[in-house]
């Protein structure tokens, strides 16, 4: 940008000169400070008309721009980091926990009661069998 405008600048410098030594070729001397005034005055406020206008489009497109993109990277981080994160761990922690504990609960759920159950009948089998025996 700065480039730009001194660019800008020197290119009507040039112009300015060029102007002058029209003016000095072709205007009575009489007339050359006025011309040359207005001249410059209308060089300058074109100048700074458009560094004014520059500047300002150009900072407010780029502050735009990057709250755009700041904006845009929170919700881009938010959605995939984030929201990953926290499907990755539910899915991955929670997940394997609740069937871990599942697993485990109807394990010794079956275990206990099954072999219990196996075991009464067994004695009770072994006792009617014992006692009618007798």
Same mark, same amino acid.
């Given at each position: 940008? $700065?480039?730009? +405008?001194?660019?800008?600048?020197?290119?009507? !410098? @040039?112009?300015?000169?060029?102007?002058?030594?029209?003016?000095? *070729?072709?205007?009575?001397?009489?007339?050359? *400070?006025?011309?040359? *005034?207005?001249?410059? *005055?209308?060089?300058?406020?074109?100048? $700074?008309? &458009?560094?004014?206008?520059?500047?300002?489009?150009?900072? @407010?497109?780029?502050?735009?721009?990057?709250?755009?993109?700041?904006?845009?990277?929170?919700?881009? #981080?938010?959605?995939?980091? +984030?929201?990953? &994160?926290? $499907?990755?761990? /539910?899915?991955?922690? !929670?997940?394997?926990?609740? $069937?871990?504990? +599942? &697993? !485990?609960? +109807?394990?010794? &759920?079956?275990?206990?009661? /099954?072999?219990?159950?196996?075991?009464?009948?067994? #004695?009770?089998?072994?006792? !009617?069998?014992?006692?009618?025996?007798?």
């Amino acid at each position: 940008m $700065h480039t730009y +405008i001194h660019t800008y600048i020197h290119t009507y !410098i @040039h112009i300015r000169t060029y102007v002058r030594a029209c003016v000095r *070729a072709c205007v009575p001397a009489c007339v050359r *400070a006025c011309v040359r *005034a207005c001249v410059r *005055a209308c060089v300058h406020t074109y100048i $700074h008309t &458009y560094i004014h206008t520059y500047i300002h489009t150009y900072i @407010h497109t780029y502050i735009h721009t990057y709250i755009h993109n700041i904006h845009t990277y929170i919700h881009t #981080y938010i959605h995939t980091y +984030i929201h990953t &994160y926290i $499907h990755t761990y /539910i899915h991955t922690y !929670i997940h394997t926990y609740i $069937h871990t504990y +599942i &697993y !485990i609960y +109807i394990y010794i &759920y079956i275990y206990i009661y /099954i072999y219990i159950y196996i075991y009464i009948y067994i #004695y009770i089998y072994i006792y !009617i069998y014992i006692y009618n025996k007798n």
